[in-house]
């Protein structure tokens, strides 16, 4: 039989279909958006003609190898009674993890339990002169106990298939309508496109889609669900990826499950703290590698990296700092995660950073010693420029959220740090050596001082920002990792340079996306991490920040829009700002804005002049510079913005 298979990202469905002269046979596959514990198998088979052939399909169960990770108990039969779906039996078995993470923060063993229907008997028999369809669905659910599968099996069972499916799709029908970014022009990048968004999307939670509550959200890993060996993939582990790779596209665009993200780091607060405290310093300070409890989870062979790469503290706060940017929400200030509220979390993390500088006395400057910046081929470096910038950040941003929502304050010693943080800079080239002592043209891994300009959004001169733009990426190895390329391509379309962007685009793509699913590798030839979200996170901000210009500061949204090469339109759906959605599309000449809800109203601002909008309504402009500011958001009416510049 001949064979194909697709992936259907609008359906978030894997469809393998087999087909003869005579007979076609589908093999349907979807992690149900709605029953999220159940994965659905549905093996279907009709005839296509009349016909004296007959075609016999055995359905077999691929077991895998039994886990190390989970005690191996026996298998448990249970029978169901009464459904619509027409099960009659489940096989099951509930395991526990044969270790703990952490036993100050889980006491004891997790139990995971799943259930499964066995494919015995299930043969389908196709006859040539019967044109009635066979058909097989099979079950395969997860959860922490059998009695929760039971429920969940209990609530599927009473759909017909139909509704089943049905329900499934309409729940990613409302996905994609309330938060995409989409191109025409250019096939190719819009398939990368949908497929960098659906990856993401499918590891994230989206609790108002579920029909039962979802447990506790444990991150998003660079390799996603992990597969492979110990030590592959990232093992489903949570690094700074995720606060400043994947975070920025997902608040822009899906912002409930930005905060989902930002709720992991703020649960495990209790587990930051200590690691501060038990590696010298106060405040917070989050681990390299996250998992289940917020404990330091990066093995010994990376010691150094784990050590030193403190910045990702800072990476969260920022992270926090984009989010009342985009949404206004101030009530993550005050509410209570895991016995801490939002001021906590904002301050603990500021407190650390003005603990961790130390002041020369020879330069009248504070100092962050011994860290290891973004880029992982230096390994124990003085003053990064990176680390330094949003460290201080932190610090203005504790300050600022102390106004905005009534949090402690922090002491005027802290702003004196942040304020006097060293910065390298260097006045004969105009440019920011990466750290104290480097010189320009050596090799470096990835991104690293670049992204002071953007994401975080540093002030300098448009001169500083080309020039760290140029002797960076000369200097990068282009066998890096795969988002490093999409943040020059931003840069340069910062500055109005869009045919350097060019080609720094398609290499933050092109060479790590691999047809027919679009799946991405970490490195070029196909190395690296599978499925590597890092690097879609990447590539859809150099859309998102790059061609569509965007910049969330804690005022207002701006907008500079572009098209990407070969294309002539780009449109964003359901872009929430404030109390406020809206739906970009970007042409040759015009922008047009569909404001679906202005919430308290907006303004947009565009070569001097402003438009109040109160009321749903169809905006066009000119494609260049525009910024949309809240209304009557009594905040900026009255809290100074942070000043976030260091080395005074």
């Not at 349907?28 to 005839?47: C, D, E, K, M």
């Not at 096989?91 to 952490?102: L, N, P, S």
């Not at 329900?167 to 970014?181: K, M």
Request: with cysteine; net charge negative; hydrophobic share 40%.
């Amino acid at each position: 039989m001949r064979g194909d298979y697709t992936l259907d990202l609008k359906r978030a469905q894997f469809l393998a279909n087999f087909e003869s002269d005579d007979f076609l046979v589908s093999h349907q596959v979807l992690v149900h958006r709605v029953y999220t514990r159940t994965i659905v198998n549905v093996v279907t088979g009709s005839a296509k003609q009349d016909s004296d052939s007959s075609l016999t399909v055995d359905i077999a169960l691929e077991v895998g190898p039994e886990s190390d990770d989970i005690t191996n108990t026996e298998v448990t039969e249970i029978e169901i009674f009464n459904n619509t779906l027409g099960i009659e039996k489940i096989w099951y078995r509930c395991e526990t993890t044969q270790e703990v993470e952490f036993s100050q923060y889980q006491p004891s063993p997790t139990q995971v339990c799943f259930a499964w229907m066995e494919p015995w008997d299930s043969s389908l028999f196709l006859n040539g002169q019967n044109p009635e369809t066979d058909q097989r669905i099979f079950l395969t659910v997860v959860d922490d106990s059998i009695e929760e599968i039971l429920e969940e099996i209990l609530l599927v069972s009473s759909n017909s298939l139909d509704s089943l499916l049905d329900l499934h799709y309409a729940s990613w029908d409302e996905i994609w309508s309330t938060g995409t970014v989409q191109v025409e022009g250019d096939d190719n990048l819009a398939r990368v496109l949908l497929a960098s968004q659906y990856y993401l999307y499918t590891s994230l939670p989206f609790p108002s889609l579920s029909a039962r509550p979802l447990p506790s959200f444990c991150g998003l890993s660079p390799g996603g669900l992990s597969h492979g060996l110990q030590g592959k993939d990232y093992q489903g582990h949570s690094f700074w990826d995720t606060s400043m790779w994947m975070y920025p596209p997902i608040l822009i665009l899906q912002p409930s499950m930005a905060k989902a993200l930002l709720d992991y780091r703020w649960e495990r607060l209790g587990a930051a703290l200590d690691y501060a405290s038990n590696t010298g310093w106060s405040g917070a300070r989050y681990p390299w590698e996250s998992a289940f409890t917020g404990g330091e989870v990066c093995p010994d062979w990376a010691a150094e990296t784990r050590d030193n790469q403190h910045h990702i503290t800072a990476d969260i706060s920022f992270a926090l700092r984009q989010f009342l940017a985009v949404t206004g929400n101030t009530k993550i200030f005050s509410d209570i995660l895991n016995m801490k509220s939002g001021c906590q979390f904002a301050r603990a993390m500021a407190e650390f950073w003005a603990n961790r500088a130390i002041f020369n006395e020879a330069t009248g400057k504070y100092d962050i010693n011994g860290v290891m910046g973004p880029d992982e081929y230096h390994g124990t470096t003085n003053n990064n420029v990176y680390t330094n910038v949003v460290g201080g950040m932190a610090i203005y941003f504790a300050r600022y959220a102390a106004c905005v929502a009534g949090c402690q304050d922090v002491p005027e010693e802290w702003m004196e740090v942040a304020k006097k943080l060293s910065l390298q800079y260097d006045e004969d080239r105009d440019y920011h050596p990466q750290y104290e002592g480097y010189e320009a043209g050596t090799k470096i891994k990835q991104a690293d001082t670049i992204l002071v300009g953007y994401p975080l959004m540093y002030e300098m001169e448009a001169s500083t920002r080309r020039n760290d733009l140029e002797i960076y990426e000369k200097a990068t190895d282009v066998g890096g990792p795969a988002m490093t390329w999409g943040m020059h391509a931003v840069g340069h379309l910062e500055l109005g340079e869009e045919e350097q962007a060019v080609n720094l685009f398609k290499m933050s793509y092109e060479p790590y996306v691999h047809p027919p699913f679009y799946m991405w590798t970490e490195n070029i030839l196909g190395t690296g991490a599978v499925n590597f979200l890092t690097g879609m996170g990447g590539f859809l901000q150099g859309v998102l920040f790059g061609y569509l210009g965007i910049r969330t500061r804690l005022d207002r949204m701006d907008f500079d829009p572009k098209l990407p090469p070969s294309c002539h339109m780009i449109n964003a759906t359901g872009i929430n700002f404030h109390a406020a959605v809206f739906d970009i599309k970007v042409e040759e000449d015009v922008v047009t804005i569909e404001i679906e809800d202005a919430g308290d109203g907006l303004e947009i601002i565009q070569d001097g002049e402003t438009l109040v909008i109160t009321e749903s309504e169809e905006i066009f402009l000119a494609r260049r510079l525009f910024s949309i500011i809240p209304l009557n958001v009594e905040y900026l009416e009255r809290c100074p913005l942070p000043l976030d510049k260091i080395g005074r």
